[in-house]
């Protein structure tokens, strides 16, 4: 043994390095966990993941519902072809007793805005069918929530706002 690393080991390492880089805190663990998972997804497939999230005042939802929320939102911005373009950008802050989350990111194509102030899905907006707005709308609704979504130059925006319910005595 000449003391070198085999080629498997240094594979080993340069994975844990890849999660470390990934990690994604936001001070809960349910949302750090699907976070982190869309990360190295996007890592993996050339898509810049950029998250300024502080999630501690979504502490009020069920977590497998802030995990549809958040799992179906960013799944969105992953079908991105242009290089340049593979990004997506999630914040995540709270402020006068409002959350608000906001995901973006480019497309192609057109994206028509419906009279409920959602896509509608045409043939030219194929990728946005099943992105999931239907599960989105149903927890926003849930949680007495507003959505809307706005593109404008190619990027769309998703915001959402959620009510933080007062914490009873």
């Known amino acids: 043994h000449n003391g070198g690393m085999d080629a498997e080991t240094v594979a080993d390492i340069n994975r844990m390095i890849s999660i470390y880089d990934a990690e994604v805190e936001t001070g809960l663990e349910a949302l750090d966990?699907?976070?982190?998972?869309k990360s190295?997804?996007?890592?993996?497939?050339?898509?810049?993941?950029?998250?300024?999230?502080?999630?501690?005042?979504?502490q009020f939802m069920k977590e497998s519902d802030m995990y549809v929320l958040f799992d179906n939102a960013i799944e969105a911005g992953m079908?991105?072809?242009?290089?340049?373009?593979?990004?997506?950008?999630?914040?995540?802050?709270?402020?006068?007793?409002?959350?608000?989350?906001?995901?973006?990111?480019?497309?192609?194509?057109?994206?028509?805005i419906g009279d409920n102030g959602l896509p509608v899905t045409t043939k030219r907006?194929?990728?946005?069918?099943?992105?999931?707005?239907k599960s989105i709308c149903m927890i926003v609704d849930k949680y007495k929530g507003d959505v809307s979504v706005r593109t404008e130059n190619n990027v769309f925006n998703l915001n959402i706002v959620l009510p933080i319910p007062a914490i009873d005595d």
């Open 33 to 37: 966990v699907v976070l982190t998972e």
């Open 40 to 58: 190295l997804f996007c890592k993996k497939n050339g898509i810049r993941f950029s998250t300024m999230a502080d999630c501690t005042s979504l």
């Open 79 to 112: 079908k991105i072809d242009d290089e340049d373009k593979r990004y997506i950008g999630l914040s995540v802050y709270a402020r006068g007793g409002l959350v608000s989350i906001n995901v973006n990111n480019y497309f192609r194509g057109e994206v028509v």
């Open 125 to 133: 907006s194929k990728d946005y069918h099943g992105f999931g707005l």
